[in-house]
Every structure is written in structure tokens, then in C-alpha cells.
């Protein structure tokens, strides 16, 4: 019997700020298909290069806009207990990740230029090995989460 999956979601803001990503994302794939439709109007090559870079410029925007930020934050969970911390994310290949609490080193939130302006921040975990991060989580809940797991990290420390 398996064990349940983490009750914690991240932020629903985390959509919208994924979403721009994939709008940014779509621009650049914008302007190199308007440099290929240049470079084929120019150089007379076949029209399908045109419509292949119109295709992969609606693909992309399509599943990078629409598709994948809500599956991802469909399948985005976390928890935080005395003894570990366990991660669920992935689309296709869902990974599920238990951090023991004795294995924290230390714990950062992060936040960048559009994360700030949405009131986000990114938690990330190290251990001696890797770095795991929570996305996306609203600041103040980042904050109180940081302080919380290196205070049961430095408990489960002591312990040892």
C-alpha cells in the first residue's frame, strides 16, 4: 500500500507567473521564426520552412502558456514534518523525493524580478549531496517554511 501524497500545494499564483515564462519563451521563438521567414523570403528557399517555424511557434505557446503550467501545479505538492520533507513534482514522470531532516544543511528562499512582483519565492533546501527546491510559494508562507524546517533541522542535528 502506498503512502499518500503531500498535502501541501504550491501558490495558484505560481500559474501566472509560469505562463509569462512561456510568453517570454514564445517571443524568442517569434523572432527566430521571423528571421527564418526573412532568410526564406530572401534566399528563395521553400515555403515550408515559413509554415514549420508558424507551427512550432503555436506548439510552443500552446504547451508552454496553456498545457503545462497547470499540470505542473496540478502535480506541485510538499510536506514538512518533525522527521523529513517529501516532494512531489513532475508531469509525465511524477518524482516524490523525502529529504531527511538530518541532511539539511541550510535553507534559502529565493526571489526574482517577476516573483517579487507577484509576492513569490522559491525555498531551496540543501543537502550534502543536492540542492531541492519548493517553488513558488506566497512570501510569507516561504518565510515562516524556511524558519520552520532549520529549526527542526537544527532539532534532528541534535539528535544525532
Request: glycine fraction near 4%.
Amino acid at each position: 500500500m502506498g503512502r499518500q501524497e503531500p498535502k501541501m500545494r504550491i501558490s495558484e499564483r505560481a500559474l501566472t507567473v509560469w505562463r509569462l515564462y512561456g510568453w517570454i519563451s514564445a517571443a524568442f521563438t517569434l523572432l527566430a521564426g521571423a528571421g527564418v521567414t526573412t532568410l526564406a523570403i530572401l534566399f528563395d528557399w521553400s515555403v515550408w520552412f515559413i509554415i514549420g517555424s508558424a507551427i512550432a511557434l503555436v506548439l510552443e505557446i500552446i504547451l508552454f502558456v496553456f498545457v503545462l503550467p497547470t499540470l505542473k501545479w496540478k502535480r506541485w505538492r510538499y510536506e514538512v514534518r518533525e522527521e523529513e520533507i517529501e516532494l512531489q513534482h513532475g508531469i509525465f514522470v511524477v518524482t516524490r523525493t523525502l529529504v531527511p531532516m538530518v541532511r539539511v544543511q541550510h535553507v534559502d528562499t529565493e526571489q526574482g524580478p517577476i516573483l517579487r512582483k507577484y509576492r513569490l519565492a522559491t525555498i531551496s533546501i540543501s543537502t550534502a549531496a543536492t540542492l531541492h527546491q519548493i517553488p513558488a510559494l506566497d512570501i510569507d508562507e516561504a518565510d515562516e517554511l524556511r524558519d520552520s524546517i532549520s529549526a527542526l533541522a537544527r532539532v534532528a542535528e541534535d539528535d544525532v
